[in-house]
């Protein structure tokens, strides 16, 4: 299933998105906004794999909150204005619909999202999870080798990724979502948008944190099943 949201200041345009969404049986809609703030606030702490989004809005328009993103998830943009085709390009969104949308067309903008989201997955198979119990980081002007049992959690900040071990943390410029698709899924999980951590190194779950080394680190909504469903596959 790809989640998504809707996001338009038209009432009547979000209802006919809702409706088609619905209608594609590989689409699940998470949420529909009528402006991009809330929107914005909303994927923060729920993490989503498409938005449908509409171009010409008040306060904050499509372009500039495609551009606030540090890891936009995929972009459909919806809008009766064409001459914004070429930002569209250049801000590489899947496709481009043009308002009023007939089911055909988004049918084929959908479609095109899969494909695209299938051969990231592709890749990401080629290119392969680390195989070594070490991985080698580079950080300032050094390269030093981190074994996968000494870390503990690894947090996303404004530009870098900080990653805590038994010793001193080390920050990187690599993103953690390239640290959640390459280690081994059966000992790392994402619990929130800023956070990845050991499952071996958690000592106790407690409401909606988790304890690792004296460090109380939040689940957020969008990984809290996923999460739950790892820890209760382990009891």
């Given at each position: 299933?790809?989640?998504c949201?809707?996001?338009?200041?038209?009432?009547l345009?979000?209802?006919?998105?809702e409706?088609?969404i619905?209608?594609?049986p590989?689409?699940?809609?998470a949420?529909k906004?009528?402006?991009?703030?809330?929107a914005?606030?909303f994927?923060?702490?729920e993490?989503?794999d498409?938005?449908f989004?509409?171009?010409k809005m008040?306060?904050?328009?499509?372009?500039?909150?495609l551009?606030?993103l540090?890891?936009?998830?995929?972009?459909?943009f919806?809008?009766?204005?064409?001459?914004y085709a070429?930002?569209?390009f250049?801000?590489d969104?899947?496709?481009?619909?043009?308002k009023?949308?007939?089911?055909?067309?988004?049918?084929?903008a959908?479609?095109?999202?899969?494909?695209?989201?299938?051969?990231s997955?592709q890749?990401?198979?080629?290119?392969g999870?680390?195989v070594?119990?070490?991985?080698?980081?580079?950080?300032e002007?050094?390269?030093?080798?981190?074994?996968l049992?000494?870390?503990l959690f690894i947090e996303?900040l404004?530009d870098?990724?900080?990653i805590y071990?038994?010793n001193?943390p080390v920050?990187t410029?690599?993103?953690l979502?390239?640290?959640e698709?390459?280690l081994?899924a059966?000992k790392f999980i994402?619990?929130?948008?800023s956070y990845?951590?050991?499952?071996?190194?958690?000592?106790c779950?407690?409401k909606?944190?988790?304890?690792?080394?004296?460090q109380?680190i939040p689940?957020?909504?969008?990984?809290r099943?996923?999460?739950y469903?790892?820890?209760?596959r382990n009891?």
């Amino acid at each position: 299933m790809i989640k998504c949201i809707a996001v338009d200041d038209e009432p009547l345009a979000l209802e006919i998105m809702e409706d088609y969404i619905r209608k594609v049986p590989f689409l699940t809609l998470a949420g529909k906004f009528e402006n991009a703030a809330t929107a914005l606030r909303f994927i923060q702490d729920e993490p989503v794999d498409l938005v449908f989004l509409d171009i010409k809005m008040p306060d904050i328009t499509g372009i500039q909150f495609l551009k606030s993103l540090k890891y936009p998830p995929l972009v459909v943009f919806t809008t009766a204005y064409g001459e914004y085709a070429l930002d569209g390009f250049n801000l590489d969104v899947v496709d481009y619909l043009l308002k009023p949308v007939p089911f055909e067309r988004f049918l084929k903008a959908a479609a095109k999202v899969s494909e695209v989201l299938l051969a990231s997955q592709q890749k990401g198979g080629v290119e392969g999870a680390w195989v070594n119990d070490y991985i080698f980081i580079k950080t300032e002007y050094k390269i030093i080798k981190i074994n996968l049992e000494d870390i503990l959690f690894i947090e996303a900040l404004k530009d870098y990724t900080k990653i805590y071990t038994h010793n001193l943390p080390v920050l990187t410029l690599r993103s953690l979502k390239s640290f959640e698709s390459r280690l081994p899924a059966d000992k790392f999980i994402r619990v929130h948008r800023s956070y990845l951590v050991s499952l071996n190194k958690i000592h106790c779950v407690e409401k909606n944190t988790v304890m690792i080394a004296n460090q109380s680190i939040p689940i957020s909504d969008g990984y809290r099943e996923r999460f739950y469903e790892v820890i209760n596959r382990n009891s």
